[in-house]
């Protein structure tokens, strides 16, 4: 048999993204370079009509050519092997995919050094998790745009559908530009995750919430502007009792993991001297949470514990709450889009921001309903600097930055540890500054160091003698 496309690596995504192709009436042929996994994946894949090849020589063989072939193995050294053992196999015009979270600078090196052989190299960010994977993820490819149209069809096919029916795939740019664009959405995702936890923890600490009541109150505003995936889960979770009866959540380690894409959307903010508060902040946030010793000491030798909140409403602090979390995702989102900006400026990518936020609008962990507002922002003006300037945003953020500033207070007042939602509180009172402190910074520079500095009423650069 002729198969239409090989997926190498029959991990968990390499498994489903096999059978969802195949479901889709493509024919697949796997590969896996471990006997054992081979043997193990046959009958489960053999049922949804996926051959295993025994040999990389078999595999390759039965390829129509030129070749398309997804890699779903562990980024980094485990793929720059694979793509060694590959490609001897190769002939120029065949295609190489990277669907594994791979750093885009290694992308990059690998799209470059394939080109040389004339082998294209697309570098796709595949977002949706193992379930995702099987009934259809978010996918974002990078790399030569004819190799991208040679495997569009199968990529359409397999993706996630938005309500409105259109694929949430589409080509983002050349060489690294899709693992790019598939690690904004992990930092974002951070931001997102972190805000959540953050309200379940003034719900649950400063207003004393059972989880069932808190699971009702994510329930509800599911059904508003905050719809989306990660609230629906958080629902979920606050419910979710064992065999004994007891909430799963309240016997979770407060430690969190971190595979590394959170840090690395981090430091590109930093690299290209963007701000990514809201990300950087909740990386930090797991770093903390993993010094759980430490936190001990510290919190036995200060013996301050978090308080009830004892003025206001329930009801209206909720509603407050709901507002502030939906600003501070906002917040989050416009510095994640402005990073992208920034990026595909200077990667020269020409990133298409609108159509980034429709491809994750279904099938990724961060899908909402928001992201059609993000695309109907960028519409409206496709070189917007900032989310912020949009006037459905700006109407949002102005009813709504009171709910935060109360949010803010509440948890500073009662000791309650809200790091994302602060760090939005101030993105906003920073942006909207039209002076901020940093007059003051150039001064301090140029006196200790004659850094120089420029001045507003005259153009140039200068320098005072200070002493
Ligand atoms: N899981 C998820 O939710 C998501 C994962 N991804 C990315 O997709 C890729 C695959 O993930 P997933 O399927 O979960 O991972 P798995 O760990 O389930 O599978 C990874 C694949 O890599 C192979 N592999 C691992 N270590 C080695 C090694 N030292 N030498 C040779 N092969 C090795 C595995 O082979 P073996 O089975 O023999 O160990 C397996 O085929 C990763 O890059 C991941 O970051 C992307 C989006 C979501
Ligand atoms: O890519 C993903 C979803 O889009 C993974 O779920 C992500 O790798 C999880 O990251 P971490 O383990 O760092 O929380």
Redesign the pocket.
Known sequence: MIYDIGVV??????TNIAKNMSRNGFKVVTF???DD?RENRTAELKAENVDVASSMETFIDSLKKPRNILL????GE??D??IEQIVPHLVEGDTLID????QYENTRRRNLALTEKGINFIGMG?????EG?LNGPSLMPGGQREAYDNVSDILEKIAAKADDGKPCVTYIGSDGSGHYVKMIHNGIEYADMELIAETYYFMKHGLGMSNKEMSAVFDEWNKGDLNSYLIEITARILEFKDEEGNYVLDLILDKAGQ?GTGKWTGIEGLKLGIPLSLVTDSVFVRCLSSLVEERKLVSEAYDSQIKTISSGDKASILEDLKNALYISKLMSYSQGFRLLREAGSIYDWNLKLGEISMIWRKGCIIRAQFLEEINRAYENTPDLSNLLLDDYFRNVVKNSHPSLRKIGILAIENEIPMPAFLSALSYFDSMKQERVSSNMIQAQRDYFGAHTYERIDQPGVFHTDWQ
């Open positions: 690596g029959l991990g968990v995504m390499g896996d370079f471990y996994v779903l193995v562990k980024a485990v793929t092997m694979t669907g594994g979270n791979e595949v977002s949706g998790g193992e994977a595979k």
